[in-house]
């Protein structure tokens, strides 16, 4: 799935994309559930999921990110995409770790927290982002 979703145009293309909110919710939302632990895991066993470095390898933290970023004419699809994005990258980061983020990763969680209106969608980026 995160091969499918990897094919999409990176981010200076995606722009283009504004009309496809839909198929962004939908493959946000499955790579999401494939970064997730398995399901009645609790405690310290959501630290691990069996696909996060699998997507990790396919580049799915870059293509969260860009996905929730871009611009999206409906607006339902954007709160399903910023949703579906943070929490995905917050389950990828407690593989990859928030201090191992790329520069350009960064800047995209912050801008992504900065421009959400949900509550939820931030608790998930502060989860995903070093706090000290």
């Given at each position: 799935?995160?091969?499918?979703?990897?094919?999409?145009?990176?981010?200076?293309?995606?722009?283009?994309?504004?009309?496809?909110?839909?198929?962004?919710?939908?493959?946000?939302?499955?790579?999401?559930?494939?970064?997730?632990?398995?399901?009645?895991?609790?405690?310290?066993?959501?630290?691990?999921?069996?696909?996060?470095?699998?997507?990790?390898?396919?580049?799915?933290?870059?293509?969260?990110?860009?996905?929730?970023?871009?611009?999206?004419e409906d607006d339902n699809?954007?709160?399903?995409?910023?949703?579906a994005a943070a929490v995905?990258?917050?389950?990828?980061?407690?593989?990859?770790?928030?201090?191992?983020?790329?520069?350009?990763?960064?800047?995209?969680?912050?801008?992504?927290?900065?421009?959400?209106?949900?509550?939820?969608?931030?608790?998930?980026?502060?989860?995903?982002?070093?706090?000290?």
């Open positions: 799935m995160a091969h499918a979703y990897e094919s999409l145009p990176d981010a200076d293309t995606i722009y283009a994309l504004t009309g496809a909110g839909h198929v962004r919710a939908a493959a946000a939302t499955a790579i999401a559930f494939l970064a997730c632990h398995p399901i009645g895991a609790k405690g310290d066993d959501c630290m691990w999921g069996p696909y996060r470095e699998a997507l990790l390898e396919a580049g799915a933290l870059r293509v969260l990110l860009e996905a929730a970023l871009a611009p999206t699809c954007r709160k399903v995409i910023e949703k995905g990258v917050m389950y990828l980061c407690t593989v990859v770790g928030s201090c191992s983020l790329q520069p350009q990763q960064h800047h995209f969680v912050i801008t992504l927290s900065y421009r959400s209106t949900s509550g939820l969608v931030l608790m998930y980026l502060e989860r995903s982002i070093p706090t000290n």
